[in-house]
């Protein structure tokens, strides 16, 4: 039976969870080697953005903005101030390409992109993302379809053992750079769109904030095409795979709703060992069996307490997978925006709301996991909480956290279990 999701039409958030297309947008930008992404809209639309994402991941962000003001959003539809901007970086930052994509104010005054594009001699990838509609996971997925559109090639030729990987926008850096090693395990050369695994990772770089200086690289953006397997992660990439399709139909594509926990990452081996015939490493096995391990003793501590779980769809939903396999209660999933794979949530209760709604029913709960802005009600309330999504503020590392496959699934139900054990002990001691 499919779990009924309760829209929350209120007129207005309190404390939201929700992010915007734009800041979607960014982030797909910065997953491609050399580009720069490029908000057209106000300085204070890009400013946020930059400054949210240089918090969470504790690294610059390349990004910059056209700077519509009152005069310009009314006078100039978007031809000259684009073109201002862009002559305003270059002499600092000469990306190979640009990532320019809309925001509430410019798309809702009708600002044609491709028309302005068309009069710019420089590469540029565009994408409408007003910030009124959709969320983080669509402006993510709006900026990879983008790239497929208008910069891959129509192959020539299908390559049976090169392999498109489409992540969702909540996976961590380290998370995608794990699913490329486990696909070229059995074999595949692999490439991920967008590619956070090399530039967002947390490693040391130069001129980061200039240009990007990781992701993948723009040629193998133009050859894609002849990749014969495309995997997509997340309901909200389902689009992204179906404009690859437009352009390489005899490609065979997979999508896997998440990726973590034990039958996510068995569904996942199973497809890998159909299409190729091989068995997964020694590497692998063993972490599935370490990963059992954790689902007993985790089970201790996870099978008594009750969930709620808010943030963006895609991780939300296989999060509460994983955390039911050990046995504890999904009270409810708190989503930022509407999503196909609501329905297949394993919660109680399904919402699309915000934080106010999450502490109007956390007597329901235990456990709360969710961005750094649910703390206060954690806190408030007596809960534990467990912190997972975007923003996550005064903590470092939080790239080079890995919840998927077996052994990103193993070291987050440790973390969920000591997390309710420390309470539990702290509880009794003070």
Request: negative net charge; hydrophobic residues 40%; contains cysteine.
């Amino acid at each position: 039976m499919k779990p009924n999701v309760i829209m929350k039409n209120k007129s207005i958030q309190v404390y939201p969870i929700k992010l915007s297309q734009p800041m979607g947008a960014t982030l797909a930008v910065l997953g491609v080697k050399g580009s720069l992404a490029l908000a057209h809209g106000a300085v204070g639309c890009s400013s946020l953005t930059k400054i949210f994402f240089t918090r969470h991941f504790c690294d610059p962000i390349a990004i910059r903005t056209t700077a519509v003001n009152e005069v310009t959003a009314i006078f100039d539809g978007g031809d000259g101030i684009v073109k201002e901007a862009i002559q305003n970086f270059l002499p600092r930052a000469k990306p190979e390409i640009i990532g320019l994509f809309s925001t509430g104010m410019t798309s809702a005054k009708g600002d044609d992109l491709k028309r302005i594009v068309s009069a710019i001699d420089y590469p540029i990838v565009y994408a409408d993302t007003p910030d009124f509609v959709g969320g983080l996971e669509s402006g993510w997925a709006k900026m990879a379809a983008a790239f497929i559109e208008q910069v891959m090639e129509s192959p020539k030729s299908i390559r049976s053992d090169k392999v498109l990987l489409l992540p969702h926008v909540s996976l961590h850096p380290l998370e995608v750079e794990g699913v490329k090693d486990l696909l070229t395990g059995f074999g595949f050369e692999v490439y991920a769109l967008p590619d956070l695994s090399e530039s967002l990772d947390g490693h040391l770089g130069v001129n980061q904030a200039s240009v990007c200086q990781g992701g993948i690289a723009m040629n193998d953006i133009r050859q894609l095409g002849s990749a014969g397997i495309v995997i997509s992660i997340g309901a909200s990439m389902l689009p992204v795979a179906e404009e690859f399709l437009k352009k390489s139909p005899h490609s065979v594509h997979i999508n896997l709703p998440g990726i973590m926990g034990l039958q996510a990452t068995d569904t996942l081996i199973e497809h890998l060992m159909r299409l190729t015939g091989k068995e997964p490493d020694h590497r692998v096995k063993h972490w599935r069996k370490r990963h059992q391990d954790a689902l007993i003793d985790s089970h201790f501590s996870i099978g008594r307490k009750r969930f709620i779980l808010a943030g963006e769809p895609d991780r939300i939903v296989d999060m509460a997978n994983c955390i039911a396999e050990a046995g504890g209660t999904i009270s409810a999933l708190v989503a930022s925006t509407p999503s196909k794979l609501l329905e297949r949530s394993v919660a109680q209760r399904t919402f699309v709301g915000d934080l106010e709604d999450v502490e109007g029913m956390i007597d329901d709960c235990d456990v709360l996991i969710s961005n750094y802005h649910g703390e206060r009600i954690a806190h408030r309330h007596g809960k534990v909480q467990v912190l997972r999504g975007f923003p996550i503020l005064e903590q470092i590392g939080v790239q080079l956290k890995v919840d998927t496959l077996y052994n990103g699934g193993t070291h987050f139900l440790v973390e969920v279990a000591n997390a309710i054990i420390t309470d539990h002990a702290h509880r009794q001691y003070h």
